[in-house]
T-cell receptor, first 115, second 114 residues
């Protein structure tokens, strides 16, 4: 079984709809992240959480919100989806042991299309 | 703030040849880490190699090595004896120590030619 899972894997929705992307991990990591990937722009950080009570905005948080329901679960919501939120979304986790050598483990991605 | 620059949008390399993917970075932090990730056409992000800013030796992981030149703020990925399965997007990324927010470059699409 995959250590980091994302649901759904693909989603097509309409402008104005509320969408939730879910991420679960079995790695026991404290730190979780949401990134979005657009063609030609690489990955950009949306939100991150270093533990259940800690939520932080990333580079591009406008239009998004998150919820850390448990150590293993981190959800990303689009309250009112718009077409320029069409992208590939990744969840990632890392271990709370300090230092930058902590590799981030990525989920398989969710491809979201907003019409 | 950190910035990663990957100047090669695409590269074509003959199978079995070595390939170097360029990465330069900009940061005011003294301590940081550098990463390379591979993204095949299936979309997943695969960690390849890590280099810490205080590591004196270049990192190596199998066929992957990182040519780290700190004074030049360069962290190039070298793949030896390329294989068809190496065809993918490759991303360079960095994070300051104590802050695990990765900043990614725009990537290089590598195509291995048989």
């Amino acid at each position: 079984d995959a250590d980091v899972t994302q649901t759904p894997r693909n989603r097509i929705t309409k402008t104005g709809k509320r969408i939730m992307l879910e991420c679960s991990q079995t790695k026991g990591h404290d730190r979780m992240y949401w990134y979005r990937q657009d063609p030609g722009l690489g990955l950009r950080l949306i939100y991150y959480s270093f533990d259940v009570k800690d939520i932080n905005k990333g580079e591009i948080s406008d239009g998004y919100s998150v919820s850390r329901q448990a150590q293993a679960k981190f959800s990303l919501s689009l309250e009112s989806a718009i077409p320029n939120q069409t992208a590939l979304y990744f969840c990632a986790t890392s271990d709370l042991s300090g230092g930058a050598e902590n590799e981030q483990f990525f989920g398989p991605g969710t491809r979201l299309t907003v019409l | 703030a950190q910035k990663i620059t990957q100047t090669q949008p695409g590269m074509f390399v003959q199978e079995k040849e070595a390939v170097t993917l360029d990465c330069t970075y900009d940061t005011s932090d003294q301590s940081y880490g550098l990463f390379w990730y591979k993204q095949p056409s299936s979309g997943e992000m695969i960690f390849l190699i890590y280099q810490g800013s205080y590591d004196e030796q270049n990192a190596t992981e199998g066929r992957y090595s990182l040519n780290f030149q700190k004074a030049r703020k360069s962290a190039n990925l070298v793949i030896s004896a390329s294989q068809l399965g190496d065809s993918a997007m490759y991303f360079c990324a960095m994070t300051p120590f104590g802050n695990e927010k990765l900043t990614f470059g725009t990537g290089t699409r590598l195509t291995i030619i048989p």
